[in-house]
């Protein structure tokens, strides 16, 4: 298999990491360009999906390319091109939902578990802490996997991009809130190896973005 990166495009295969204990799948959905991860625990075979962005049929035979099954659907936010496919695939596999409390209002679909910051998701023998992330949406949650044989993993959504933190519509207290949750939520406590896999695009690292925090606070986005 082929070193992961993190670079996938509408319609491609997923790119594949494997770690000790979980296995990370990647692919593109839809005009948007959305990422969507399936995680599968190694030792049960149970997976989480985060993000149902769009492409049903994709998503389900992404979920083919795992064990089969689904256990959990995670949703980062609320906006509407991270969530296209959630009820067909909740309706297709009985999976529970998990999405930000503040955000589950304006999901399509009833949201079994809402989070809050500091929270767990566990699927198998795998655990996925919760880092809610003020400002893009109100209720935007990141996913960390601290690896016991490696480093962190933060599936940040929208709320985290190389290059920048996401798009808070030039609302300074938007922005103020979700610089401030990023800093402190993800930068202070995760080491700088730590990987990004955000909502679109290429994944990144906190060591890589860190040099740039000051910059991003001066520029206001």
Same mark, same amino acid.
């Not at 695009?201 to 520029?219: K, N, V, Y």
């Given at each position: 298999m082929s070193p992961y990166t993190g670079k996938v495009r509408p319609g491609g295969p997923a790119d594949v990491r494997e770690l000790e204990r979980l296995v990370i799948r990647k692919v593109s959905v839809g005009p948007q360009d959305n990422n969507a991860y399936l995680l599968t625990c190694r030792a049960s075979g149970a997976q989480l999906l985060i993000d149902a962005a769009d492409d049903a049929p994709r998503l389900s035979a992404l979920l083919g390319e795992g064990t089969g099954g689904l256990d959990v659907v995670v949703t980062t936010h609320q906006h509407w091109d991270h969530h296209r496919a959630l009820g067909q695939v909740v309706e297709r596999t009985g999976a529970r939902t998990a999405a930000g409390s503040a955000d589950a209002q304006g999901l399509p679909v009833p949201v079994d578990q809402p989070l809050e910051h500091g929270d767990e998701v566990r699927f198998g023998q795998v655990t996925l802490e919760v880092a809610h992330l003020r400002g893009h949406t109100p209720g935007s949650v990141a996913l960390v996997y601290r690896d016991p044989a490696g480093s962190a993993h933060a599936f940040t959504g929208d709320s985290l991009f190389p290059g920048g933190v996401g798009n808070t519509d030039n609302d300074p207290h938007r922005f103020a809130a979700?610089?401030?949750?990023?800093?402190?939520?993800?930068?202070?406590?995760?080491?700088? *190896?730590?990987w990004v896999y955000p909502?679109? +695009?290429?994944?990144?690292?906190?060591?890589?973005?860190?040099? *740039?925090?000051?910059?991003?606070?001066?520029? +206001?986005?």
């Open positions: 979700l610089i401030e949750d990023v800093e402190h939520r993800l930068f202070d406590v995760l080491p700088d *190896q730590t909502g679109h +695009g290429a994944d990144t690292q906190l060591g890589t973005e860190r040099p *740039q925090l000051a910059a991003w606070r001066a520029r +206001g986005w």
